[in-house]
């Protein structure tokens, strides 16, 4: 009871001086872990204030002693608008509890030529993903693993908010997608369109097992074309990749023509160069040797070979008959200027 006793202290200080803190567009996230390890023989508790500003918040505790162990992390990124909670605890007398949380001030920007008083609805979503391990328990008095709690509206507008809360209180694989429709009023270039966007877990007392929401509460906004959205430190958010534009497909539509194009002449002067290649060996030709025909192909270089080994045995003739034979089937000039070379060493021995 001493744990939850000063962990809802610290939460309920930090959340006063957020009520204190000024529209200003500033990115406050923060959290605490409070653990308790062997019984209370070593307990541990740090806090970074939930109105810290900064963009990017990250805090590991652990403890152990007495045969239980207790360990939190935490962490939030303004740029990725994410939060995410990691606790674990095993032994005996061992017990851990958790809070982090993110506000921004996201700057909504509008097309060019938007009338002033022009109100527009973006379309936004939550997703809160995480596991809880089989064998997991909480403090009786509480009855739930985790709470948490979503929001996203106009900065001072109490109509057009998503907002969502709710627990999670069985072991098992969580996934749940929140969405709905978000209401802006857009008051001319001069005054800034603003969305508040705030994000929040809370493990109360966790006595035993993993809770893993590490990575996996985050928003989103879909922006229409023409529309913008950045963090309270000018970081452009749910940037996705433009359509290309007909003139750009155009271009990439004559890029490829114009590789394959090369491509086929690569393929068709390498393929005269071996033609080539086969009338140097087998003798001048007004025609190239694939128009002179497959027996004609080889009897000329039978010829050739005949010509120029007339005192070779029979054994010997025979063989090289074989290997060029079968060399002109295949066409290849390097293959058979190979094996005419090794027909040269054999009939030479």
Not at 77 to 92: I, K, N, P, Q
Not at 204 to 226: A, K
Not at 264 to 278: D, E, N, P, Y
Request: net charge positive.
């Amino acid at each position: 009871m001493k744990l939850i006793a000063s962990v809802r202290s610290l939460s309920l200080a930090a959340f006063l001086l957020l009520a204190a803190v000024d529209a200003n567009a500033v990115a406050l996230t923060g959290g605490v872990v409070s653990l308790v390890g062997g019984s209370g023989s070593c307990n541990k508790s740090q806090l970074v204030p939930l109105d810290t500003p900064q963009d990017t918040f990250a805090l590991l505790v652990s403890t152990a002693c007495g045969g239980g162990s207790a360990s939190g992390e935490l962490r939030s990124d303004a740029s990725s608008t994410s939060v995410g909670l990691h606790m674990t605890v095993s032994g005996t007398g061992a017990q851990a509890a958790a809070d982090v949380s993110l506000i921004d001030h996201w700057t909504i920007g509008v097309p060019v030529g938007t009338a002033a008083g022009t109100v527009f609805t973006l379309p936004a979503s939550f997703r809160l993903e995480g596991d809880i391990a089989s064998g997991s328990t909480f403090g009786l008095s509480f009855g739930r693993f985790l709470d948490y709690g979503i929001s996203l509206g106009q900065l001072g507008s109490l109509s057009g908010i998503l907002q969502r809360t709710g627990q999670v209180v069985s072991t098992g694989h969580f996934d749940q997608t929140f969405s709905g429709p978000v209401s802006f009023t857009y008051f001319g270039p001069g005054v800034p369109t603003m969305a508040d966007f705030e994000m929040q877990l809370f493990v109360f007392d966790l006595t035993q097992g993993d809770i893993d929401f590490s990575h996996t509460l985050s928003g989103s906004l879909t922006l229409p074309p023409g529309f913008t959205a950045s963090s309270s430190s000018g970081t452009p958010l749910f940037v996705s990749s433009p359509v290309p534009e007909p003139e750009a497909v155009s271009l990439m539509l004559l890029g490829l023509i114009v590789v394959a194009t090369a491509g086929v002449r690569l393929r068709r002067a390498r393929s005269h160069g071996a033609a080539i290649g086969h009338e140097r060996l087998l003798g001048k030709s007004a025609f190239p040797p694939v128009l002179l025909g497959q027996d004609a192909l080889v009897r000329r270089a039978l010829a050739n070979i005949q010509r120029r080994f007339l005192k070779a045995p029979a054994k010997t003739c025979a063989l090289a008959k074989a290997r060029v034979i079968t060399t002109c089937k295949r066409r290849g000039a390097a293959r058979f200027l190979t094996t005419r070379r090794t027909d040269t060493r054999a009939m030479r021995a």
